[in-house]
């Protein structure tokens, strides 16, 4: 298996639809699946809307790409995203691809990337339209990405009861134990993450407050957890099961 350090990702940034308080987050995000061997960001510099980027373009390195607005209503710098993105693609030189914009028009981009065999993660607000969100292998919502000094959405831990009410999320997790448990009902809690990655490339579990899969499935208080040694070492790895299946 190829260690996910050594993954090349090209890092792609509409900045039309993302804002400068995510770069940090954005580019730690990104660092736990490979390294951004190419960072642009897309948009017209002329104009002050963008201003609040330009300290973060050159703390990290970020390349500006310049595409002029040619007419109002019309988003020029999607097209020069899209054009650049192709161009990357076939040097064969990167393992995956990171979108980032909460823009529907990148839809048939992830759908094509990943059709080359390479991994796309999306990075968009909570407004991203579902098809874009569905056509990447990984979805991020930025909102778990925003600096703590920035006047951001605050992600509130949400409480076994407030888990419970959300049938989407239990199923979800019902269903990837079920799908990667063994025939006593036990299933690897990686396995189980590896099945609701397949199914729902926007699952997250900051998304309701924790860091952690295993934190968010304890604190619904819906599965036994089992801690089991592996081999003879000192690592351990946890186990879960539907508390309904005796």
């Known amino acids: 298996m190829t260690d996910l350090k050594t993954e090349k990702l090209a890092v792609l940034i509409d900045a039309d639809n993302a804002q400068p308080g995510i770069v940090e987050g954005l580019l730690t995000e990104i660092a736990k699946y490979g390294t951004a061997n190419v960072k642009r960001i897309y948009g017209d510099w002329t104009i002050p809307d963008l201003k609040g980027w330009k300290e973060f373009l050159l703390q990290y390195s970020i390349q500006p790409i310049q595409q002029f607005r040619y007419t109002t209503g019309k988003n020029a710098t999607d097209s020069a995203m899209i054009i650049d993105a192709m161009d990357l693609l076939y040097t064969n030189r990167f393992n995956g ?75 979800l997790l019902r269903r990837a134990v079920e799908n990667a448990s063994d025939d006593s009902g036990w299933a690897h809690l990686a396995s189980v993450g590896s099945h609701i990655a397949k199914q729902a490339p926007e699952f997250d579990p900051r998304n309701y ?18 801690e089991r040694e592996v081999g003879d070492g000192p690592s351990k790895s946890l186990y879960l099961k539907d508390i309904r299946r005796r």
């Open 97 to 171: 691809f990171c979108i980032v914009s909460s823009d529907s028009d990148f839809t048939k981009l992830a759908s094509r990337i990943r059709e080359a065999g390479l991994f796309v993660y999306g990075f968009g607000e909570k407004k991203t339209p579902g098809p874009f969100v569905s056509a990447c292998d990984k979805f991020i919502f930025t909102e778990v990405l925003r600096s703590k000094d920035e006047d951001a959405v605050k992600i509130n831990r949400k409480t076994a009861s407030e888990l419970k009410q959300d049938t989407k999320m239990v199923s």
């Open 209 to 226: 407050g924790y860091k952690k899969l295993g934190e968010l499935v304890a604190a619904t208080k819906l599965f036994q957890i089992e």
